[in-house]
């Protein structure tokens, strides 16, 4: 009955890997599982690191499809100055 323990805690256990893995520490990613679907949302600022955090998760429920609705939101420098009025 491994397989059943592992599910039941599944989602807490991938959160937490989310946490406190030095090389993701991602904190805004949402995972819900619906029967045999996972769902991860939430924003991180590059493709390699949605990417990484799907292969993290898809690891604790290897049962399920894993569908990856991270958004990529590019953060970095205004290409322009701000015109205040």
């Given amino acids: 009955m491994k397989h059943a323990e592992h599910d039941e805690y599944a ?3 991938a959160q937490r890997e989310l946490a406190e893995d030095a090389g993701i520490a991602e904190q805004g990613i949402e995972i819900v599982r619906r029967d045999r679907c996972v769902v991860i949302s939430g924003q991180v ?3 390699q690191r949605r990417n990484l955090i799907a292969e993290k998760v898809a ?3 290897p049962h399920c499809e ?3 609705d991270i958004v990529v939101a590019r953060v970095g420098r205004p ?3 701000e015109e205040l009025a």
Avoid: D, Q, T
Wanted: glycine share 0%; hydrophobic share 40%; no cysteine.
């Fill in 11 to 13: 989602e807490a256990s």
């Fill in 45 to 47: 600022e590059s493709e």
């Fill in 59 to 61: 690891a604790h429920f």
């Fill in 66 to 68: 894993v569908r990856n």
């Fill in 79 to 81: 290409m322009e100055a």
